[in-house]
């Protein structure tokens, strides 16, 4: 849908401007934008008046719906500011799903690990970013209920996993549970790997669009 502007638009040019026939569509269409608007006049007579343009957190959460494919429902801050950290926090981006989380809770945004893989996943899916970089070892542990990160070695991680496999075969007649609580309390926690997120060569231009109006939409928010 092209940008409009703050001016009068007879019907037949809005349509051909935004892709949709009749008051109804055309009306859902500019509430979908977020525009302000006004019309007067009945059939191919009637005159629409744009009165206020969307905002850049409207203009966000347009480009996701309408050409990116995310869902109405979708919670567009948490998603902003989740391509935000991704794209412009290399502190952030090259972290495991689980360790995105306590780092954007550090930073005052609440989000689950869930939330941000299934964002993670849906940007790979749009081929703006993909799991091809080096692994990110690290182990998860409760201390109080509370459960924290640790960055491990690739070493550590074959070490605790290697144990875990050994126990196993050295007691068949026991389940997994003994195994995982052994190797837990032998290396201080689960291990686990992600691969680090890059950015892909494809869709430069749908890229450069989306983290534009994120840059946009987040500076709106700081200026109030």
């Known amino acids: 849908m ?8 007879p019907l037949g040019v809005l349509e051909n401007l935004i892709g949709s026939r009749g008051k109804l569509a055309i009306d859902r269409k500019l509430e979908a934008y977020g525009y302000g608007f ?6 191919k007579t009637r005159i629409y008046t744009i009165t206020s343009l969307p905002n850049a957190q409207a203009r966000f959460r347009s480009y996701c719906v309408f050409s990116l494919g995310f869902a109405p429902q979708t919670d567009f801050v948490k998603l902003r500011d989740f391509i ?12 495991p799903d689980e360790m995105m989380e306590e780092y954007l809770r550090e930073e005052g945004h609440g989000m689950s690990s869930k939330t941000i893989g299934n964002y993670r996943r849906k940007l790979e899916e749009l081929e703006f970013f993909a799991p091809m970089g080096d692994f ?8 109080y209920g509370v459960q924290e990160h640790e960055i491990i070695t690739a070493e550590e991680y074959n070490m605790a996993w290697k144990y875990y496999f050994e126990w ?11 195994a995982y609580t052994h190797m837990y309390n032998k290396f201080g926690g689960v291990p686990r790997k ?8 494809f869709r430069v231009e749908q890229l450069n669009t989306l983290l534009d109006l994120v840059s946009n939409a987040v500076m709106e928010e700081l200026n109030g």
């Open 136 to 143: 990110v070892y690290y182990r998860v542990k409760k201390n």
């Open 168 to 178: 196993r075969a050295a007691h068949p007649d026991e389940d997994s549970r003994p």
């Open 38 to 43: 006004t019309s007067a006049g009945r059939g």
């Open 84 to 95: 935000f950290y991704l794209a412009f926090d290399l502190d952030f981006s090259g972290k």
């Open 194 to 201: 992600q691969r680090k997120l890059v950015k892909f060569a």
């Open 2 to 9: 092209e940008q409009l502007n703050l001016q009068d638009y």
